[in-house]
């Protein structure tokens, strides 16, 4: 079993961009929305309780993470809690 030490979460489907080249202006069927703070907090509990080998936190998805009014809060979160938290 191939075991990695990062989670990648989708905090956010919002996108406040228009790209060309990026479906998501024009197809994107998926409820646009942003993960409450305490739905964060519960992935990460379990994960700390459940798979304690995750050391990094990966912010990524389909939306723009950054107009998350509740952003820094979640990452501030993650490093409390020893994680290394990365945006992509």
């Excluded at 309780?49 to 509740?70: K, M, Q």
Aim: net charge positive; proline share 3%.
């Amino acid at each position: 079993m191939l075991k990695t030490n990062e989670v990648r979460i989708e905090t956010c489907t919002f996108c406040n961009q228009n790209c060309p080249f990026c479906s998501h202006s024009k197809n994107f069927t998926r409820r646009k929305e942003i993960m409450p703070f305490e739905g964060f907090r519960f992935i990460l509990d379990k994960i700390k309780r459940e798979a304690p080998f995750i050391t990094e936190v990966t912010i990524s998805g389909f939306g723009e993470s950054l107009i998350d009014s509740t952003i820094m809060k979640k990452v501030e979160y993650a490093r409390r809690n020893g994680y290394v938290v990365h945006f992509l």
